[in-house]
């Protein structure tokens, strides 16, 4: 909306002029009216009346109003008296009065333009500020801005809300972003954000676990970029974001799931199974030791489905998986192969053929004993009191060992696979290895 003076100056020629006209008129009332037409002070009035018509009616209208009122100074109030003198000389104030007037009402009117310009952009710094305000609490992203040279800095509302503090409950410093990150994230997260530091790259994007008030853990997509660097490249002042992907990182994990898990056991399937055959044998062909990979097939499966259903056959292959997992290393690898079959992939055994067999032999004797073992399988129906059913059921094992991908991962599986046959047409509940002579 315009202002009364921006109205006035944008008004049409004549109406400004008009209006010149009458404020030369007041002023040269008012003179006489102030003092005697001896009295001096010839142009006293004629000065506001100026700025004044240069302010509201432009430059035209206030070079027409600084003539005027110097002529009328002139004429009505400098000797002779209601005339023009003669002698040029009588004509020096009036050749004063009119350049300070001018030039003063020029002065003026430029400062006021800058300062009505500085208002100008003073509100639109206060609007942009307050719609940034505004963008920030609305926002569940985090923002922060961190002056590395003396380790202080800015987060925002959102950042503390999203692990679960309140406002500036912990220091707004890059240490205290460093302390919340998960050990196993730290180093990564610290190692982009010093390259950045160094110049050896301009921004970052990384992800990491944050941990919130209550002591859980959020995943963050952080990123951030250089704002200021010193002479020597070196980031002084930096700024970001952080961006909560908790619940992307729980989608991917349950697609990775789907993928590659067994929906029952949650033992790796045959797609993940093939992949860690294959980082086995990569890992034998380094280092030159023996893996082993034992295929197990559950003996006297089929008669508890049949008598009792595959609820209950499902209890027993999720007992059967956990037994599994409790007689193999943590770095060794348990495969639901499919129905009630099992792999088993045992990883740097020995670099001896002989020993690497022995021990593989230990590891499938205490698989078969704990298969062996009764299972006490709990049967629910309805409201009623769990029915406990014991069952019996061993396993067949078949061992083939690999060295050096000396046979290809389909190839071992499949000769762990004849072992294991073997060992049930010879009567079940034992181990045999794979011999590449029968």
């Known amino acids: 909306m315009l202002s009364f003076p921006e109205k006035l100056i944008r008004a049409p020629f004549y109406i400004r002029y008009s209006l010149a006209v009458v404020l030369f008129s007041l002023a040269l009332l008012l003179r006489f009216l102030m003092a005697p037409v001896e009295g001096g002070l010839a142009f006293v009035t ?5 700025l004044i018509t240069f302010y ?6 206030g070079i027409l109003v600084s003539v005027l009122s110097g002529l009328a100074g002139e004429y009505f109030f400098i000797p002779p008296y209601r005339a023009f003198s003669t002698d040029i000389a009588t004509y020096t104030p009036l050749a004063f009065f009119c ?18 310009q500085l208002e100008i952009s003073l509100e639109a710094l206060r609007e942009s500020e307050e719609r940034f305000r505004q963008a920030m609490e609305a926002s ?6 961190w002056n590395i040279t003396d380790d202080t800095g800015f987060f925002s509302p959102a950042y503390y809300r999203m692990l679960g503090y309140e ?3 912990f220091p707004m410093t890059g240490h205290s972003w460093s302390e919340l990150i998960h050990p196993d994230d730290y180093q990564q997260a610290l190692t982009v954000n010093q390259e950045c530091i160094d110049n050896r790259r301009q921004s970052f994007e990384v992800e990491y676990r944050m941990k919130c008030k209550d002591g859980s853990w959020k995943w963050i997509l952080g990123r951030g970029k250089a ?4 002479a020597q490249g070196h980031a002084i002042r930096m700024i970001g974001t952080h961006v909560d992907i908790t619940e992307r990182k729980r989608n991917e994990e349950q697609v990775r799931q789907l993928a590659f898990y067994d929906l029952l ?4 399937n045959r797609r993940l199974l093939n992949d860690h055959l294959n980082q086995a044998m990569a890992a034998s062909k380094r280092s030159g030791r023996y893996g082993a990979v034992m295929f197990i097939d559950l003996d006297n499966f089929k008669p508890l489905n049949d008598t009792h259903g595959h609820d209950v056959g499902d209890l027993l292959l999720i007992e059967a998986a956990d037994r599994l997992m409790g007689c193999v290393r943590e770095t060794d690898t348990v495969a639901r192969f ?4 099992f792999v088993v992939v045992l990883i740097e055994l020995d670099v001896d053929k002989a020993k690497s067999t022995t021990e593989a032999r230990h590891v499938s004797e205490k698989i078969r004993a704990a298969m062996a073992a009764p299972y006490l399988l709990a049967i629910r129906s309805n409201k009623n009191a769990a029915t406990i059913i014991e069952h019996r059921c061993t396993a067949s094992i078949g061992v083939a060992l690999f060295i050096n991908h000396e046979a290809s991962p389909d190839d071992t599986l499949r000769n762990a696979d004849n072992a294991m046959y073997q060992v049930k047409e010879a009567g079940r509940n034992s181990i045999r290895f794979y011999d590449v002579k029968t």
């Open 265 to 268: 056991t949650r033992l790796p």
């Open 227 to 230: 704002l200021q660097r010193d």
């Open 99 to 116: 350049v300070t007037a001018v030039l003063i009402s020029l002065v003026i009117i430029r400062l006021h333009k800058g300062t009505q």
């Open 140 to 145: 569940t992203d985090g923002l922060w801005d």
């Open 167 to 169: 406002v500036n409950e």
């Open 56 to 61: 509201y009616c432009g430059s035209g209208p």
């Open 338 to 341: 499919g129905g009630d079959e």
């Open 46 to 50: 004629f000065y506001p009346i100026i």
